[in-house]
């Protein structure tokens, strides 16, 4: 082991405009949340590789020379880092039990986890004994990339333990970003880990995980915008259970049904989306203007409504957006729909007050409802100090 400790940390997303439409070949803009996940790396002299996952109660340990004996006999073999390896994956679920159907949260983020600290240190010779604990402000299961964090915070903390990528901190220094080629090496590990957990991600999330601020993403090629504002935002959990792969297949069935009307729905969609981005790019060559962000609030009314029209609206997210527009601010959905989370637009200007009569409108509807913003750093290196508080007292009881 290169290192004996290391913390990392990495953001959720959202979709700020896009959903739906870009699965058709329309732009989409995937900003990150400052709601992030935090990793705590530690060298141990057990003989033993742990996990400690306290957001889904996940404890685990496992001997260093039984994952060993799941390694070929050349470590060659692995560590490709384009490619995943199914017979690697086939044996890791017969070690942690999980059936090809598995898609539980808990299972699949054990299996990315072994899968990256087995590809990772193969060529080494002899697997390390450590600890990882990992602690979330993201809820699972909410669309809001919980999973990408996830994985690029393993991905950044494996390959720095490696050696593969320098540890960046030096005494002066509390937090700390890689060039683009590190940066490049960990969103490439932790698509992998997306893929164990997901199947067929786009790679969205863990590109948003990696870089931050507001990638625009389009017929598969993802794009960092250059300088991007940081906006507030309240962010609405309905816990509306929903499922991505239905929404979708609805919005296909209406297109095939209707495709005079949702084409043009989804083009209106994606000139939302490159409206948006133009509005983002002019607020950060010069200052903010209040102009500004009525064309913000504008473009997220004018895409709710595409969105219901598509189908994938809720009741739910219709209280939402009703709620905040009686206090005078814009909320659409994001993600999939169907129920899910929701994001509102708060100006500079806006009063605490009214945000926090708004939060607490939200949760007497029986919503989970945050103050944060968008735009946020993506992985970083922390040192202890570095962390927010919570975080760290949580990391250190495992």
């Known amino acids: 082991m290169h290192i004996k400790e290391c913390i990392m940390s990495a953001p959720g997303k959202a979709i700020l405009h896009g959903e739906h439409a870009v699965v058709h070949g329309n732009v989409a803009l995937a900003v990150s949340l400052n709601l992030r996940t935090y990793l705590r790396l530690q ?36 560590g490709n880092v384009n490619e995943l390896d199914a017979e690697l994956v086939r044996r890791l679920r017969d070690l942690v039990g ?8 808990r299972s699949m983020a054990i299996l990315a986890f072994l899968y990256i600290y087995l590809s990772v240190f193969a060529g080494s010779g002899e697997l390390p004994s450590l600890t990882v604990s990992v602690w979330s402000e993201l809820p699972t299961g909410a669309g809001l990339g919980s999973s990408a964090a996830y994985s690029v915070c393993l ?9 593969t990528i320098p540890s960046l901190l030096s005494d002066q220094e509390s937090t700390a970003r890689w060039g683009e080629v590190e940066m490049e090496l960990i969103n490439r590990w932790a698509f ?15 590109a948003v995980g990696t870089w931050g601020g507001i990638l625009r993403y389009h017929s598969g090629k993802i794009t960092p915008l250059n300088r991007v504002p940081m906006l507030r ?7 509306v259970p929903r499922s991505t792969k239905v929404l979708v297949a609805g919005v296909k069935d209406k297109m095939n049904k209707f495709p005079s009307i949702i084409n043009p729905v989804l083009e209106s ?26 064309i913000l609030e504008e473009l997220i009314d004018i895409n709710q409504h595409h969105l219901n029209v598509m189908g994938v609206g809720h009741p ?7 709620v905040t527009l009686a206090r005078g601010l814009h909320s659409k959905l994001t993600g999939a ?23 607490q409108d939200l949760r007497d509807c029986g919503y989970d409802c945050w103050e944060t913003s968008v735009g946020a750093e993506g992985v970083q290196q922390h040192s202890p100090l570095a962390v927010k508080e919570e975080a760290l007292e949580v990391l250190a009881r495992y």
Request: glycine letters at 8%; a negative charge; hydrophobic letters at 30%.
């Open 98 to 105: 999980v059936s090809n159907g598995t898609l539980d949260t």
């Open 316 to 322: 739910a997210l219709d209280t939402l957006c009703r």
């Open 155 to 163: 991905a950044a903390a494996l390959l720095s333990a490696s050696g």
């Open 192 to 206: 992998q880990g997306e893929r164990i957990i997901h199947g067929n991600p786009s790679g969205v999330d863990n």
């Open 43 to 78: 060298a141990t002299s057990t003989s033993k590789v742990c996990i400690n996952l306290p957001n889904i109660n996940t404890f685990l340990s496992w001997d260093v020379t039984k994952l060993q004996q799941l390694l070929p006999d050349s470590g060659a073999e692995l």
């Open 233 to 239: 935002i309240l962010l609405t959990n309905t816990k």
């Open 269 to 294: 969609v994606n000139a939302v989306s490159c409206t948006c981005e133009q509005t983002l790019s002019e607020m950060t060559n010069d200052t903010p203007t209040p102009e500004h962000y009525n």
């Open 337 to 359: 729909g169907g129920g899910g989370c929701g994001i509102t637009l708060l100006r500079p200007e806006t009063e605490c007050s009214v945000i926090q009569n708004t939060i």
